[in-house]
Nanobody, 122 residues
Framework: QVQLVESGGGLVQPGGSLRLSCAPSGSILSINVMGWYRQVPGKQRELVASITSGGGTNYADSVKDRFTISRDNAKKTVYLQMNSLNPEDTAVYYC????????????????WGQGTQVTVSS
């Protein structure tokens, strides 16, 4: 079974920056769309940014011009560079992929990581 593993969360002061990373475990053949979502208690999980295998990106209005999503297809890794962080960005951030092909050409759909906490506070 394939899994996504996030890293890079933590505590940062307002105006600061963090970089999140997400990579799959196991022998991966290809990954389609990769995305970052976030969730705060009592609210629905929301899309932060996504990137296709060809590099096309999509951002939530609340993070445009502050966050940048990128991916390294050779490493099968997606990144989220977060700048000018504010307390409203505090959430658990989740990595997601809609479709992954892995060992022996098996397929997995709608794969999620376990989440990483980002806290923006002085």
């Amino acid at each position: 079974q394939v899994q996504l593993v996030e890293s890079g969360g933590g505590l940062v002061q307002p105006g600061g920056s963090l970089r999140l990373s997400c990579a799959p475990s196991g022998s991966i053949l290809s990954i389609n769309v990769m995305g970052w979502y976030r969730q705060v208690p009592g609210k629905q999980r929301e899309l932060v940014a996504s990137i296709t295998s060809g590099g096309g990106t999509n951002y939530a209005d609340s993070v445009k011009d502050r966050f940048t999503i990128s991916r390294d297809n050779a490493k099968k890794t997606v990144y989220l560079q977060m700048n000018s962080l504010n307390p409203e960005d505090t959430a658990v951030y989740y990595c997601n992929s809609d479709y992954i092909r892995y060992a022996n050409y098996r397929r997995a759909y709608d794969v999620w990581g376990q989440g990483t906490q980002v806290t923006v506070s002085s």
